[in-house]
């Protein structure tokens, strides 16, 4: 049966695909931190900014989730799906998603992270000049 209604579900779910977004962003920028990039600043500032949007529209979300009682947990795990109880108004709603549904989705969040931090921010750098040789300096 079903007890949440497409509101609480939708940003429920938002949460937590967001959540997931930042956990692999924080993993991937570590990864970026040891790889052998020769110009690794430019990827660094990207995953700061993406995960500086994320973690402010999750504290937006987990208010709102907070003033209507609404939570989110992992209840279990196997190599297909990955099952969530969803938590409000004294009961609970029990959801399965196919793994590569979940990938897929934190995949576009991604992708609109990116896209967001990269509007919101315009590039610091001085426009380069040239010194006559024709370099830039």
Do not use: C, W
């Not at 049966?1 to 920028?29: G, H, N, P």
Request: without cysteine.
């Amino acid at each position: 049966m079903r007890y949440l209604k497409q509101k609480e579900l939708d940003l429920a779910s938002r949460y937590l695909f967001l959540s997931m977004a930042i956990a692999v962003i924080r993993q991937d920028r570590k990864h970026m931190e040891q790889g052998k990039f020769k110009i690794k600043e430019p990827y660094m500032e990207m995953f700061g900014k993406m995960e500086l949007e994320a973690r402010k529209e999750r504290k937006e979300l987990r208010q709102q989730m907070d003033q209507l009682k609404l939570q989110v947990v992992e209840s279990g795990r196997n190599d297909s799906f990955t099952s969530f109880l969803f938590l409000a108004h004294g009961y609970e709603e029990k959801r399965n998603y196919f793994n590569p549904a979940i990938r897929k989705k934190v995949e576009n969040i991604l992708f609109e992270l990116m896209k967001r931090s990269q509007q919101h921010a315009p590039h610091e750098h001085p426009q380069l000049e040239t010194n006559g040789s024709g370099l830039q300096e």
